[in-house]
Structure formats: structure tokens, C-alpha cells
């Protein structure tokens, strides 16, 4: 049986491993990228000092390994290669395209130069291909971070961070040379509704407190009165509390840098200065608001206030792309799909033999690790669904092949890729770093060609 994959992420992946094991068929995965690298946002989205996390990838270089898997990269669905040609050459098809939009705040004066989605920043200094250009100006002291997540921690932490503190990650070189010369010393994270109800993830929350140049700062009254709902109770929030609080607890400290965790604000404008820039952020204070589910929300009370910032990072989450000929759940932002089987956005009637997994399938929740049981889960949909497509003739498996080459496109195989690897680990070498991207897709080509 032939299944494509699209996207080369973790759910991506661990789908692949997935049916890669199984016994009732043999199945030749084909994995497709937009990008020629793989691996998605472990790549592109991980932050840099986090290298331990990155290490996932030597599990999906095994999985790719295996001889019945092949890469191509460099291959966009939707633009390369459309949804019904796919159709015609594999039994099964599965997304795994993640979540590449961002969303917005949704405020007057969102879009101005200096407020700039935390996408993009961190695709910034991931040496993302689609942000290698993107205007991050730090000449700014004070930046606003929207959001309560991980993703708010990671902009906030790697703004913060020394250079020395970067120098030995994979940030790319570009990035590190403009934070060597930054001038953001404060950064707010802003959260709407209260501490309890921050998705932070306790380690990741505790590590703003390791920083070598950084104080993190809350004020006790930000924690007066700090409740937790019993829906929404657990023992990552009251770990989350109990770091907060030790914040609180601390001196004043003398580090240079300062990280300040605000709650119960929602911001209203972004305010320019006369030149169009950034000059404040004006925020809503909230009260919080108990719901018949049990489930806690944020009210506005009228109360403003200006908080002085130069530069604002709505980190308010993603959504999947719209591509040509896949389903798209307008309300949810992801694929249209009942426990990952696709289905017409309208009729909710399953379009067979096609698949969705990841961030794709769920929005964006989850860590890189909660994806191996959940792709493996829709394969096991795939099997009851399909052993018996393998029957079904399909053109030669290289026929996909010549037609990306009629169309031009220079495919990249995973032994390509990994030469870029070669080249990457070489240059970063210099630097005493894992590795120095590369950021460009044509430099990419050009270096395999
Ligand atoms: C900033 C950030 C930091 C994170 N840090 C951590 C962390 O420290 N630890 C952790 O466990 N998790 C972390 N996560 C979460 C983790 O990255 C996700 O759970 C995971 O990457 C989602 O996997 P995915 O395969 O669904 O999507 P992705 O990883 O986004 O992969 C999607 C792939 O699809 C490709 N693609 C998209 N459209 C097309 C197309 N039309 N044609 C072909 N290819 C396409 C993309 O190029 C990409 O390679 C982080 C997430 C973010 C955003």
C-alpha cells in the first residue's frame, strides 16, 4: 500500500513510524515538505536553547532510515502538486501540515511596524525560510508579549537571554547578531484571565528564573486571591502558582534585565507614535468570570491603562492554512476531520481513504511527545479503513516524481537533506554551536546542485 504523508513534523513522523510497522501490509511512505529540511517546527519553532528537545530528531532520522520511507522536500501541496493528483498516486493520503497561520488580536492599530506576531519572530531566529526578512527592529527597551503559553515564554525568554547564553544554540546567525546589539532590557508577558488559568508549562515557567541576566518580577497583588476552579484544576497550575509565588517572594533583584508576568489585562489598542511605530499598549483590566461548564473567562471592567512599550508580540496562538482541496473547519481553524478521518466541511461526510494528524487535527495543543500515540491512533483508523485499498492499481511509484520534474521543482530526498545537515553542523562548528542554518531555500538548492 502507498501512503503519502505531507509535512515532515512530528506528527508527520511519528505517523510514518507508525505505519511503518505494520505487519497486515507493506507500505511505502512518501513524505512531503514545502520546505527542504524536515522536521517541522522542532526545527523551525523549538527555541534554540532548548537543544535537548531537538535531540527528537534522531527517533525520525531511524523512521526515515527504514527502506521503504522516502523524503521529498521541497514540495509544496498546493502549489507543486495538487490534492487530486495525489489522490490518483497513493492509497491513503494524511495531512500533517500543522498550524503555519497565526491569530490575530484582533485591535486597532495591530499590524504596525514593531507589532509583529511571535510567529514570526520565533520563525525569526529559527532561521525560518518565510521570516528570514522579516523587520525585527530591538532598538527598543521595553517589548509586550500577548499570551499565556509556552510560545509567550520562549519570545520573552530568547529576548531576553545573553549572548553568551545563545552563542552555543542553532539560533540562526542573523538573529544572534541583532540580539547581540539589543536594547530590550524589560518585557511584559500578558496574560487575560489569571495565573491559574496560564497554559505555561511548569518547567518552562521556572526556567525565567534560572536566567543568567534576568529577574522575573510579580507583584503579590497579581496572585492576591489566586483560586483554582475545580474544572479547571491541576497539578500543572498549582505548580504554576507555586512558582509564581516564589517570584513574588523574591528581593528586588539587581540583574540587569527584568521579565514581568502580568495577569487579568487584555490589550485594547496598539498605540503609535508620530513616526507609525510602537509606542504603548493600551490594556483592559479584567475580572474573571465563572461559567455554568465550570470553566473560567475574562471580563473587561472599563479600566485602562497605557502600558509604555516600544515593540508588541501578540502570542496568542495558530491555525492551520487553507490549501486547495482539503477541507477547512472554519469555527475550529483546522482540517475538517471527525478523530482524524477528513471530512466535507459541510456535509461532515468522511472523504475516504484521507487523513489529518497533529496540529492540523487538534489545533495547537499538544507537545512534540503527545503526537507519537496520537498518530498512531488515526493509523490504526487507516488500517481499519483500508488494508484491502492495496488491490487498487496506482501508476509507478516514481510517476510522482517525473511529474515534479516536468514541473521544475528540484526534489530534495532525505540523503539531500542530509547533506545540508553536513554543511549546517560544519559551519555552526566554527561558531561552537550545533550547527549554523541555513535560511534561504535557493542557497539550499543551489548547495545540492
Ligand atoms: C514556538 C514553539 C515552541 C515549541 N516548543 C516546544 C517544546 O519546547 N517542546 C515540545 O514538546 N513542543 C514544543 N512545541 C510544540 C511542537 O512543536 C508541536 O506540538 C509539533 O511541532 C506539532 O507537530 P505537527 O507535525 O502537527 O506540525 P509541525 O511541526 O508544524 O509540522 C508541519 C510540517 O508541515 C509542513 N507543511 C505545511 N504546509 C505544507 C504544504 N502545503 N505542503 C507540504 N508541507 C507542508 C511544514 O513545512 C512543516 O514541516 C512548540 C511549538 C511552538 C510553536
Same mark, same amino acid.
Given at each position: 500500500?502507498?501512503?503519502?504523508?505531507?509535512? =515532515?513534523?512530528?506528527?508527520?513522523?511519528? *505517523?510514518?513510524? *507508525?505505519?511503518?510497522?505494520?505487519?497486515?501490509?507493506?507500505?511505502?511512505?512518501?513524505?512531503?515538505?514545502?520546505?527542504?529540511?524536515?522536521?517541522?517546527?522542532?526545527?523551525?519553532?523549538?527555541?534554540?536553547?532548548?537543544?535537548?528537545?531537538?535531540?527528537? #530528531?534522531?527517533?525520525?532520522?531511524?523512521?526515515?532510515?527504514?527502506? @521503504?520511507?522516502?523524503?521529498?522536500?521541497?514540495?509544496?501541496?498546493?502549489? /507543486?502538486?495538487?490534492?487530486?493528483?495525489? %489522490?490518483?498516486?497513493?492509497?491513503?493520503?494524511?495531512? *500533517?501540515?500543522?498550524?503555519?497561520?497565526? %491569530?490575530?488580536? $484582533?485591535?486597532?492599530?495591530?499590524?504596525?511596524? %514593531?507589532? #509583529?506576531?511571535?510567529?514570526?519572530?520565533?520563525?525569526?531566529?529559527?532561521?525560518?525560510?518565510?521570516?528570514?526578512?522579516?523587520?525585527?527592529?530591538?532598538?527598543?527597551?521595553?517589548?509586550?508579549?500577548? $499570551?499565556?503559553?509556552?510560545?509567550?515564554?520562549?519570545?520573552?525568554?530568547?529576548?531576553?537571554?545573553?549572548?553568551?547564553?545563545?552563542?552555543?544554540?542553532?539560533?540562526?546567525?542573523?538573529?544572534?547578531?541583532?540580539?547581540?546589539? !539589543?536594547?530590550?532590557?524589560?518585557?511584559?508577558?500578558?496574560?487575560?484571565?489569571?495565573?491559574?488559568?496560564?497554559?505555561?508549562?511548569?518547567?518552562?515557567?521556572?526556567?525565567?528564573?534560572?536566567?543568567?541576566?534576568?529577574?522575573?518580577?510579580? @507583584?503579590? &497583588?497579581?496572585?492576591?486571591?489566586?483560586?483554582? =476552579?475545580?474544572?479547571?484544576?491541576? =497539578?500543572?497550575?498549582?505548580?504554576?502558582?507555586?512558582?509564581?509565588?516564589?517570584?513574588?517572594?523574591?528581593?528586588? $533583584?539587581?540583574?540587569?534585565?527584568?521579565?514581568?508576568?502580568?495577569?487579568?489585562?487584555?490589550?485594547?489598542?496598539?498605540?503609535?507614535?508620530?513616526?507609525?511605530?510602537?509606542? &504603548?499598549?493600551?490594556?483592559?483590566?479584567?475580572?474573571?468570570?465563572?461559567?455554568?461548564?465550570?470553566?473560567?473567562?475574562?471580563?473587561?471592567?472599563?479600566?485602562?491603562?497605557?502600558?509604555?512599550?516600544?515593540?508588541?508580540?501578540?502570542?496568542?496562538?495558530?491555525?492551520?492554512?487553507?490549501?486547495?482541496?482539503?477541507?477547512?473547519?472554519?469555527?475550529?481553524?483546522?482540517?475538517?476531520?471527525?478523530?482524524?478521518?477528513?471530512?466535507?466541511?459541510?456535509? %461532515? =461526510?468522511?472523504?475516504?481513504?484521507?487523513?489529518?494528524? $497533529?496540529?492540523?487535527? @487538534?489545533?495547537?495543543? &499538544?507537545?512534540?511527545?503527545?503526537?507519537?500515540?496520537?498518530?498512531?491512533?488515526?493509523?490504526?483508523?487507516?488500517?481499519?479503513?483500508?488494508?484491502?485499498?492495496?488491490?487498487?492499481?496506482?501508476?509507478?511509484?516514481?510517476?510522482?516524481?517525473?511529474?515534479?520534474?516536468?514541473?521544475?521543482?528540484?526534489?530534495? !530526498?532525505?540523503?539531500?537533506?542530509?547533506?545540508?545537515?553536513?554543511?549546517?553542523?560544519?559551519?555552526?562548528?566554527?561558531?561552537?554551536?550545533?550547527? /549554523?542554518?541555513?535560511?534561504?531555500?535557493?542557497?539550499?538548492?543551489?548547495?545540492?546542485?
Amino acid at each position: 500500500m502507498r501512503v503519502a504523508i505531507i509535512g =515532515s513534523g512530528p506528527a508527520g513522523f511519528y *505517523a510514518a513510524e *507508525a505505519l511503518l510497522k505494520c505487519t497486515d501490509v507493506v507500505i511505502h511512505v512518501d513524505m512531503f515538505d514545502r520546505l527542504p529540511t524536515p522536521y517541522g517546527l522542532v526545527r523551525g519553532g523549538v527555541a534554540p536553547d532548548h537543544q535537548n528537545i531537538k535531540a527528537v #530528531t534522531r527517533i525520525f532520522e531511524k523512521t526515515a532510515a527504514r527502506p @521503504t520511507f522516502r523524503f521529498l522536500g521541497n514540495v509544496c501541496l498546493g502549489r /507543486d502538486v495538487t490534492v487530486e493528483e495525489l %489522490r490518483q498516486h497513493y492509497h491513503q493520503i494524511v495531512y *500533517a501540515v500543522g498550524n503555519e497561520a497565526d %491569530r490575530r488580536l $484582533g485591535i486597532p492599530g495591530e499590524g504596525m511596524p %514593531r507589532c #509583529t506576531p511571535a510567529a514570526v519572530f520565533i520563525g525569526w531566529y529559527n532561521g525560518h525560510p518565510d521570516y528570514r526578512q522579516a523587520k525585527i527592529d530591538l532598538s527598543v527597551s521595553r517589548v509586550a508579549v500577548v $499570551g499565556n503559553g509556552n510560545v509567550a515564554i520562549d519570545a520573552a525568554r530568547i529576548l531576553l537571554c545573553t549572548p553568551a547564553e545563545l552563542e552555543r544554540t542553532d539560533i540562526a546567525a542573523h538573529a544572534l547578531e541583532a540580539l547581540r546589539n !539589543s536594547q530590550v532590557r524589560e518585557v511584559f508577558i500578558l496574560g487575560r484571565r489569571g495565573p491559574e488559568q496560564a497554559s505555561f508549562t511548569p518547567p518552562e515557567l521556572k526556567e525565567l528564573g534560572e536566567m543568567e541576566d534576568v529577574d522575573p518580577v510579580v @507583584t503579590p &497583588g497579581e496572585l492576591a486571591g489566586c483560586v483554582i =476552579s475545580e474544572a479547571e484544576g491541576n =497539578s500543572q497550575q498549582e505548580k504554576n502558582l507555586k512558582i509564581l509565588q516564589s517570584f513574588a517572594a523574591r528581593q528586588p $533583584g539587581a540583574k540587569a534585565k527584568k521579565l514581568h508576568l502580568r495577569f487579568l489585562v487584555s490589550p485594547t489598542e496598539v498605540i503609535a507614535d508620530a513616526a507609525g511605530n510602537v509606542a &504603548g499598549l493600551a490594556l483592559e483590566k479584567n475580572r474573571l468570570e465563572v461559567q455554568p461548564d465550570g470553566t473560567v473567562s475574562a471580563r473587561g471592567t472599563g479600566e485602562i491603562e497605557v502600558l509604555d512599550v516600544g515593540m508588541v508580540l501578540p502570542a496568542v496562538g495558530f491555525a492551520a492554512e487553507r490549501i486547495a482541496g482539503v477541507p477547512y473547519d472554519e469555527k475550529a481553524r483546522i482540517i475538517a476531520n471527525e478523530d482524524g478521518r477528513v471530512v466535507d466541511s459541510v456535509s %461532515r =461526510s468522511v472523504i475516504a481513504n484521507e487523513y489529518v494528524v $497533529g496540529w492540523a487535527r @487538534t489545533g495547537p495543543q &499538544g507537545l512534540i511527545g503527545s503526537h507519537k500515540g496520537a498518530s498512531a491512533h488515526i493509523v490504526e483508523h487507516m488500517m481499519v479503513d483500508g488494508t484491502e485499498l492495496a488491490a487498487r492499481e496506482l501508476p509507478e511509484r516514481e510517476a510522482i516524481d517525473s511529474l515534479l520534474h516536468q514541473r521544475g521543482v528540484q526534489i530534495v !530526498s532525505f540523503d539531500d537533506w542530509k547533506r545540508l545537515d553536513d554543511v549546517e553542523v560544519a559551519r555552526g562548528e566554527r561558531r561552537g554551536a550545533p550547527r /549554523d542554518k541555513m535560511v534561504d531555500v535557493e542557497t539550499m538548492l543551489s548547495t545540492l546542485r
